[in-house]
């Protein structure tokens, strides 16, 4: 069971450059989400979905988009990168609305925007 | 929204106890959860509470006060493997996570 897993790991972009960053998982969970972290701050909330085929903002959106067109999928999108967008991004799921459910996160992708 | 405060670092030596405080406001409230995280790593689940009163999981145990808006983490019996990021977070269908306490553990 490999729960939530994020490709790449780690990755190097430059200005003006675009990128999918790849989430997945296997526990046939509802309920998905991208977070950022940057040094020091707590985990801000991107995008979420809860099933497929509907997606909604989170605190930070600007500059990302979303698609959820399976249970198992959850990719992010970075249409013209920004040194702001240098952070790590956690992926996370959870069975249902969270009201007791924890979110299971993926080991995260360390993204750096030159 | 939700505004939620915890200190930024915490020492102790390893056998002692250790209590992270965590302080909220919220607009809604249904539940709040608290997350360790490694150095490098992702955050895993250590504990929830949605009524008032102290859960206790082994050497972890979590109070909340929902009129006081205020949730603790005691940590007891502490270990090197301890020594890692607290995160708390509050949930009103999203979670809300506060920045984080650092605590280290010293021999």
Redesign the interface.
């Known amino acids: 069971n490999a729960g939530v897993t994020q490709t790449p790991k780690f990755r190097i972009l430059k200005i003006g450059q675009s990128m999918t960053l790849q989430c997945t998982q296997d526990m046939n969970h509802n309920y998905m989400y991208w977070y950022r972290q940057d040094p020091g701050m707590g985990l801000k909330l991107i995008y979420y979905s809860v099933g497929a085929g509907i997606t909604d903002k989170g605190e930070v959106p600007n500059g990302y988009n979303v698609s959820r067109s399976t249970t198992e999928d959850f990719p992010l999108r970075l249409e013209l990168a920004a040194p702001s967008q240098t952070s790590v991004y956690f992926c996370a799921s959870s069975y249902g609305d969270n009201s007791n459910q924890p979110q299971h996160f993926g080991d995260g992708t360390r993204l750096s925007i030159l | 929204g939700q505004n939620?405060d915890q200190p930024?670092e915490m020492t102790a030596t390893e056998g002692a106890i250790v209590q992270i405080n965590c302080t909220y406001q919220t607009s809604g409230f249904?539940?709040l959860?608290w997350y360790q995280q490694h150095a490098g790593?992702?955050?895993?689940?250590l504990s929830?509470n949605?009524l008032d009163g102290l859960e206790e999981k082994g050497r972890f145990s979590s109070f909340l006060s929902r009129s006081k808006g205020y949730s603790y983490l005691l940590l007891k019996e502490l270990q090197m493997k301890d020594s890692a990021s607290y995160?708390c977070?509050t949930?009103d269908?999203?979670?809300?996570?506060?920045?984080?306490t650092t605590v280290t553990v010293r021999a």
């Open positions: 939620i930024t249904n539940g959860f790593e992702a955050p895993t689940f929830y949605v995160l977070a949930n269908y999203k979670l809300s996570f506060g920045a984080g």
